[in-house]
């Protein structure tokens, strides 16, 4: 029993050392975060909530994705645009159903500097808006 | 279980180093008192039990995923769709009261597992929706590993309670008194092989990391601008999915000197893990740096590993049956048992 649970322990090592681009999973983990270096501009897909003044609002990962996950909230909002145009639509309507406002919701993707944004500069390089849709319920 | 006049040596000296002169199977299969993997079972499965009545609103909804999100890993990556609704709710609401039971250490042979494969089943469901987690990976093996081995011959419900021998005090006052003299929980290979094993589960999960890091990343790694780059843009995810995030991190963004010592300090201390296995100051001393480590992690990304930060995934670590020797000494009023037990052999303490 006792070997046979070290071999389990052991078997990310084993990957690890085998494949850089080892699947990660779990509870077997080959640990891939904070790995590579993301860059200082990066993208992020989200859903805003733009007022009829056009100011930006940020959602809570409850109300863009249903969870208290904010790296899954991200995912679901990749995986919709990844997808396609119709499912990031879907995803746009499914948000506007959980917000309570009258305002547009937006599927947007926004390009950052990171190291500026944290100096406090909290204005996109970009904003591309992928789909919108009315929240007003 | 008796003393000897014969010379014997110590618990401490049969338990050893991972790497003092004899093979690291020896090691592993030494013998170790019951108190302490019941112990380990009491501190992991209390733990265990508090996460899966926290995360129940959370695990319930997963119930009301989207099924186009599914994305299984581990033992739920054959299942093409989520487990039906019904069986999420009882999983997530089972795994609160098993853990319970877990603790109690009640009908353990059964109850063990069950609990063991529920928060692993549990754990895989919120890693299956597109985002694999990694602050209960340590949780689960440790449980996996408890329910493995015999966790419960002692300080469990139905059970006598610790005993002078199981905890290793073997002073012969305590034996005036012992429910059951002949119960055979005496310092034991079965006893040792499952805390050794969870240590080793904690090492090597910080040597990996350590590993992928240098792997992947290179040298470069220790420059410091991956992680500066790493801090800055977890911030920045957060903040635009209407997350909190790190005031702290995002501060200290902006003094880059800081990071290259931060980067090598951090590779230091996952691929330092092996030193804990030594025991005493320098497994003391590791503990202290991932404690520490993980409060960093915390403060510049706002990511909480709560396993890690309560303690508990370095308990493996330690000599817990001197908390039940403390309890003991309390319950009844007795002096505890004496530390010169775990150090040099003494006629009193005899090798177990």
Known sequence: MSAALVVGVAIPGIRTMASDDAPDGFPLSTYPMFTHDPGRVVEHPTVVLVSPRGDVDRLSPETIAGTDQVIQAGVSVRQALDAGPSATQALCADVAGRVDAPATVAVVVERHDSVAWSAGDREPIERRILAACEARR | MTNTAAPARSLAAVEGRPWAPRSPIAWLLAPAPAARLALLRILVGAYATAWAAIRLPAHLGHADQVVDRWHAVGVLAPLGSPPADVAIVLLAAAAPVLGLLFVAGWRYGTVGPLFAVAMLVLATLDSAWGQVFHTENLVVLHLLILAAGPAADVLAVGRPRAQAHATGADDPVYHEDLDDPGEPTGPDGRYGWPVRLAAVAVVLAYVLAGIAKLRIGGLDWLDGDTLRHLVANDNLRK??????????????????????????????????????????????????????????????????????????????????????????????????????????????????
Do not use: K, N
């Open chain 2, 239 to 352: 903040a635009l999915l209407g997350d909190s995030y790190s005031p702290i991190g995002t501060h200290m963004v902006g003094q880059a000197w800081l990071f290259p010592p931060l980067a090598v300090v951090t590779v230091v201390v996952e691929l330092g893990a092996v030193l804990a296995l030594r025991g005493g100051r320098w497994r003391t001393a590791w503990v202290a740096a991932a404690w520490l480590f993980h409060v960093g992690v915390l403060a510049l990304m706002a990511i909480v590993f709560p396993y890690q930060l309560a303690g508990v995934a370095f308990a493996p670590f330690f000599r817990l049956e001197r908390l039940a020797d403390r309890y003991a000494g309390r319950a009844t009023g007795r002096p505890r048992a004496r530390r010169s037990c775990w150090g040099p052999v003494s006629r009193a303490c005899g090798a177990g």
